[in-house]
Nanobody, 128 residues
């Protein structure tokens, strides 16, 4: 059974950096595309970034381009999201999620229903 678990430091001052990890078990990461999603209080879950399998394409939501970096190590069954220059609009619960096969575009990353396995989430806070 595919399982994902998020981990990492979860609080930082404004302008600081955090790196979240997503550990994958129960299936080979090689064949999975992984997305990072954020859910703020009272808001819908939204995609932050995706890393596709096959060609390792990476996609980012416009507000995080240039500040966040997604990376993966299939041998270690881990996906990371490095978040730099964190802003007051970035806090929320961050989830990693997996779907079989590749995602070919950012639009594909936004289809949360295509991601069939989800981690429990990690609360990220940014203090001023």
């Amino acid at each position: 059974q595919l399982q994902l678990v998020e981990s990492g430091r979860d609080s930082v001052r404004r302008g600081g950096s955090l790196r979240l990890s997503c550990s994958v078990s129960g299936a080979k990461l090689d064949y999975l595309s992984i997305g990072w999603f954020r859910q703020a209080p009272g808001k819908e879950r939204e995609v932050v970034s995706c890393a596709s399998t096959l060609y390792d394409d990476k996609f980012y939501a416009d507000p995080v381009k240039g500040r966040f970096t997604i990376s993966r190590d299939n041998a270690r069954s881990t996906v990371w999201m490095q978040m730099n220059n964190l802003r007051p609009e970035n806090p929320g619960v961050y989830y990693c999620a997996a779907q079989d096969g590749m995602v070919a575009s950012f639009l594909a990353c936004t289809k949360t229903s295509d991601f069939t396995s989800w981690g429990p989430g990690i609360q990220v806070t940014v203090s001023s």
